[in-house]
């Protein structure tokens, strides 16, 4: 069976990581609207250039824009046996409007997991956050620093720290999730789907608990 899957959660929480060893083991693939957002300003694009003002100052990016764009994404044929999405639905109208793609497909999503971390370690977690610019690995400048100060593990890529990571920006990402991103859970817990997780503790231990919401492919 095709799982459809979406992963909620304040910044900083581990959807991102989560989303990706979902991919690796399971083979289900990841669609993250922040990475395709930070794609699209780096291509240039109309849609990029639209998107930064907002993503800069750490607002959200209109629902129009944003559903837009991951219908377009989600209609690709490497999402046909399932996703995980990764940052959207970011408010209960992207909610809304994933349903009525979904069920225009004749789909239906099987599980929305949460994650919840305190803000003092999102916080943390966010302000020590670097990124690799060619694969997008994460790593934290204390607790899982790569081998080569800024350099990536994995692909030789440059690490750099995300504009919106920066500590002025960071509180108004949490609040934002707060006041917009919140409802959604309570969306998805009322169509019984949630999956509440306790997003503290390593990335392993956070996965076998994210494994276990995720119906068998
Ligand atoms: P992320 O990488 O998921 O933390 O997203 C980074 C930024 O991209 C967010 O702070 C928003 O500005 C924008 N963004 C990503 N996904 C969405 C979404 N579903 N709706 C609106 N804005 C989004």
């Known amino acids: 069976m095709a799982a459809r899957v ?7 929480a581990g959807k991102g990581t989560q989303a990706r060893m979902l991919q690796t083991q399971r083979g289900i693939h990841q669609l993250s609207t922040g990475d395709m ?6 291509n240039g694009s109309p849609l990029g250039r639209e998107a930064r003002r907002f ?10 824009l944003v559903i837009r764009m991951v219908e377009e994404r989600l209609g690709s044929p490497e999402y046909a046996g399932g996703f995980v999405l990764d940052g959207f639905p970011r408010t209960v109208a992207q909610a809304k409007a994933l349903d009525a793609m979904l069920a225009r497909r004749g789909e239906r999503l099987d599980a929305v997991i949460s994650f919840s971390v305190p803000r003092a370690e999102l916080i943390r977690r966010l302000a020590g956050r670097r990124v690799c610019r060619g694969c997008s690995a994460m790593y934290h400048v204390h607790f899982d620093p790569p081998a080569t100060p800024d350099v990536c593990d994995r692909c030789g890529g440059q690490l750099y720290q995300r504009e919106d990571d920066h500590e002025e920006t960071i509180g108004r990402r949490l ?16 169509a ?13 231990e956070v996965f076998a608990r994210v494994a276990a ?5």
């Open 175 to 190: 609040d934002v999730y707060e006041h917009e991103t919140q409802p959604v859970l309570e969306y998805y817990r009322v």
């Open 213 to 217: 919401s995720v119906p068998a492919s």
């Open 6 to 12: 979406v992963m909620v959660g304040p910044p900083g």
């Open 192 to 204: 019984k789907l949630l999956r509440e997780t306790q997003g503290t503790g390593t990335a392993d």
């Open 55 to 64: 993503m800069d100052e750490g607002k959200l990016v209109p629902d129009d």
């Open 37 to 42: 957002l930070r794609a699209a300003q780096q």
